[in-house]
C-alpha cells in the first residue's frame, strides 16, 4: 500500500492494511472516561486509570491508528528534562514545586523501564545518558550558563555535568568538540516498540481502542464522531498539536515541525571508529534544536527543528517532507560524523510538536464539566507524556497524590495571536534561531541580544 505520507524509520516493516487496524466507533458506545488520541497521552492516561481505579471503563478514540502522531515518529530521547527551565519553573510555582517536579521526571524515566519490562514490551530501552557538545566557544559559554542554572537550582554534577573535550571523545568521537554537557537522566527507545506495547499492554487490562475514529468535537460528557458518539463521565484531550485542527484549539497549541533523517546500518568499523557505545543521546550546542540516537540496528536516527509553520496551523502528511530541510540535515550529520561519509540515508520523515504560547506542559482536569487535557511538551513529549498520563488518571481517579498538586495541574497558557500575526511571529521566531546559529559560527560569540530578543517575542 501507499502511504501518503513519510515513512518514519521505525515503522518500516509495520503493517498498514485495513485488515489489521481495530474498528472504528459506529454508532453510541458508553464509557466512565473517554480519551481522544492515540499517542502515549492517551495511552498512558488508560494504563495508569486501569492501576488506580481498574472498575472505570476507559475507551480510546483515534482517527488514524495507534501512533500516527510524534508517538510513533519521534526521536527516540526519553528524557527526563522538561520544556521548562529550571529558573522559569522556579519563578513561576516556587523551588519546592520545581524540585518536586523535577524528580518525578527523573524517575519517569526508570518508570518507563520498569513498565516495559515489567508487560514485555521490547522498545530497545536503553539508559546510556545525553550529551550536547559544543563545536564552537560560542556553545561553550552557553552551555556552561545553562549548567550553572542547575546548579543554582539545587541540582549536582551527578544531575549535570560539564565534560572536556577528552571526556566526551571517549564517549563519542565527532568531528571538533571543545567538550560539552552531560546528564545521566536520559534513555533512548524505539517510539514505535513503545507505543505499540503499550497499546496492547492496556487492551489486556480492558482498554477499548477505537481507529479511524476522527473526532468532530469534544464536549463535556461526549465526543462526536462522523459516524457515532463515545459518551462519558471523563473526557480527556490527548491530541497535542493536533488540538489544533479543532475549531477551539486554534490558539492553544501551536504545530511546529520536527524533520528526521536516518542512516542504513552502519558497519561495524564505522561504529568502532565513532565509538559512542552506551548510546547516550546526542545533541550539538547549536541554537536550533538537534538530536540523535545510536539505533538498536545500529544506524544513526538524526532530527531537527527549523521546518517552516505553515499558514492558520495547519497540519499535512506533505509537511512530513521538506528537500531543503532534509537535505541540511543529512549536511550535517556528514559534517558532525564524517567516518557516515559514504552511507546511504534509507528514511526521511518528519511531524508536528505542540507549543504553547508559555512552552509549558499541562495536565488539566476540570471536575465540574469532565473535561480534560494533557499535553504541551515542545518536543520533550517521550518521558513527559507519561508524567501527565499519571498525573491525570490521579486528578480522575481523585487519590489526593501529591502530583495531583503539582506545577503541571492545571495550567492555562495564554493564547497564540490570530493569523497572520502568528505566522509572522512563528517562522521570526525560527529566522532569528538560524540567524543567531550563522552569526555564532562566524564571531564564536553567543548572540544573547538577539537570543533575547527571540525570548522576548515569547514572553
Ligand atoms: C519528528 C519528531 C521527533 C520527536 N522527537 C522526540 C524525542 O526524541 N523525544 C521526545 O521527548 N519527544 C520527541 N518528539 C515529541 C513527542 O513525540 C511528542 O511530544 C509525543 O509523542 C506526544 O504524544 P501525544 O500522545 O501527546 O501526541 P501524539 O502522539 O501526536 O498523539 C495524538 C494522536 O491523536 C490523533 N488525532 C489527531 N486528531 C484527532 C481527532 N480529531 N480525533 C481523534 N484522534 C486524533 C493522532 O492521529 C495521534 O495519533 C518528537 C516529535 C516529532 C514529530
Redesign the pocket.
Known sequence: MTLGRAL?LWQDGARFDSSSRRSAVDGVVESDVVI?????????TAFYLKQLAPQLSVSI???????????????????AFLPMSPSEMSAEHGSQAMRFLQDQMFATVDEIARVAQSNNIDCDFHKGGTITSASDPAHVERLHHYIDDWHAAGFSDLDMTWESADQISQRIRVSSTLGGMYSPHCAVVN?WKL?TGLARTIENLGVVIFED????TIEPRR?V?ERGEVRAKWVVN?????TS??PAGKRKIVPL????VATEPLSDSVWHSLGWNHRE?FADGRNMVT?A?RTADGRIAF?GRGAPYHFGSSISDRYDRNKTIHGRLEKTVREIFPQVADAQFTHH??????APRDWHAFANVDSTTGLCA??G?????????SL?GRTLAHQIADTGDALTRCALVNHQSKQWEVEPLRWLGVNSLLALTEYADKAERRTHRPMKRLLALRDGLLG
Open positions: 518514519p481522544v488520541g492515540g499517542g502515549y497521552t492517551g495511552l498512558w478514540v483515534e482517527s488514524q491508528f495507534v501512533g500516527f502522531g510524534g508517538s510513533g515518529r519521534n526521536g527516540g530521547w526519553c528524557s517510539p507505543v475514529s476522527r473526532a468532530i465526543v464522531m490527548a491530541l497535542e498539536s493536533f485542527q479543532l515541525y520536527s524533520l528526521m543521546t538530536y540516537q532530527g520523515w518528519g511531524g508536528p510538536v505542540g494533557g499535553g511538551y515542545v518536543g520533550d513529549g517521550v518521558a513527559l507524556s501527565v
